[in-house]
């Protein structure tokens, strides 16, 4: 990895953040599951910068590369609606009735 943290804040995109980071990945796990990638390594992103105040910008960078590398690694083996990231996994659907709800009188 040859990349400033200027760079790394410039990035967007999940390919980008493989690139940067010279990561290898599967491009159809990353086309299902690319938001739920992003939304787990700024998770952990978040922890590393609450508990790293006093790294160098390298081993920053380093850090963010292992954490981008774990978000990954958890969607090859789990899926988005086991890790229920996103607000939507976690609110019951209003006006639903689900099947083992009715009952036969």
Do not use: W
Not at 59 to 73: C, D, P, V
């Amino acid at each position: 990895m040859s990349g400033t943290i200027d760079e790394f804040k410039k990035l967007v995109d999940a390919e980008e953040f493989f690139h940067f980071f010279n990561l290898p990945y599967d491009h159809d796990v990353v086309h299902v599951n690319r938001l739920h990638i992003l939304k787990k390594f700024s998770q952990y992103i978040n922890e590393i910068d609450d508990n790293s105040a006093d790294l160098s910008p390298e081993e920053k960078l380093n850090q963010y590369s292992a954490a981008f590398q774990k978000a990954y690694e958890v969607f090859l083996e789990s899926t988005p609606q086991e890790q229920k990231l996103f607000k939507v996994f976690n609110d019951k659907a209003k006006n639903v009735v689900k099947l083992t709800e009715i009952t036969s009188d």
